[in-house]
T-cell receptor, first 115, second 114 residues
Framework: AQKITQTQPGMFVQEKEAVTLDCTYD???????LFWYKQPSSGEMIFLIY??????QNATEGRYSLNFQKARKSANLVISASQLGDSAMYFC????????????FGKGITLSVRP | SQTIHQWPATLVQPVGSPLSLECTVE??????LYWYRQAAGRGLQLLFY??????ISSEVPQNLSASRPQDRQFILSSKKLLLSDSGFYLC?????????????FGSGTRLTVV
């Protein structure tokens, strides 16, 4: 069974600073993918970044990067140069290989960016 | 390009009334489709998924059911709503079979049962 753990309480960051959102996972599968989604107050789920379990380099997408530490089973999201529009809920998720595997989500972290 | 449509955006229903939420996908064929529910301030719980027409898998026992009458249509239903059915319902589809394909979500339906 897969499990995603996000235990940080609400996070606060000053505008233009960097912030790290923590995510740990548990799986017995060798091949899996890790995802981060952003959910603003409107409710839509916005895909941010993906990391494959066999990827040797950390994924980056613009201001987003994923600090992947496979041995520790952690996949932390780093947001650089925070903007006010980054205030939202952030979800870490995982999916194993297989045609019918499902995306399992953590409980999410609320990020507030202060001006 | 592929798009996913979900409606209605908001819904207020009395306890005991029926429910029908619809989700359709455009620009792709034979997608895997999913219904998730999000309670207030919580993560997403997978309710149902479908790998093809008429094929429905339920993840948790509940007061809801799902159907897939057409390849790109996924419907979430209830015969009699409970207060506990309130929440934010999200439909999603998956682009491909590889592990690197995440899900694309609809805009969601906010359901309040009163």
């Amino acid at each position: 069974a897969q499990k995603i753990t996000q235990t940080q309480p609400g996070m606060f960051v000053q505008e233009k600073e960097a912030v790290t959102l923590d995510c740990t996972y548990d799986t017995s599968d060798q091949s899996y993918g890790l995802f981060w989604y952003k959910q603003p107050s409107s409710g839509e789920m916005i895909f941010l970044i993906y990391q494959g379990s066999y990827d040797e380099q950390n994924a980056t997408e613009g201001r987003y990067s994923l600090n992947f530490q496979k041995a520790r089973k952690s996949a932390n999201l780093v947001i650089s140069a925070s903007q006010l529009g980054d205030s939202a809920m952030y979800f870490c998720a995982m999916r194993s290989s297989g045609a019918n595997s499902k995306l399992t989500f953590g409980k999410g972290i609320t990020l507030s960016v202060r001006p | 390009s592929q798009t996913i449509h979900q409606w209605p955006a908001t819904l207020v229903q009395p306890v005991g009334s029926p429910l029908s939420l619809e989700c359709t996908v455009e620009g792709t064929s034979n997608p895997n489709l999913y219904w998730y529910r999000q309670a207030a301030g919580r993560g997403l719980q997978l309710l149902f998924y479908s790998v093809g027409i008429g094929q429905i898998s339920s993840e948790v026992p509940q007061n809801l059911s799902a159907s897939r009458p057409q390849d790109r249509q996924f419907i979430l239903s209830s015969k009699k709503l409970l207060l506990s059915d309130s929440g934010f319902y999200l439909c999603a589809w998956r682009r491909g079979l590889g592990v690197d394909y995440g899900y694309t979500f609809g805009s969601g339906t906010r359901l309040t049962v009163v």
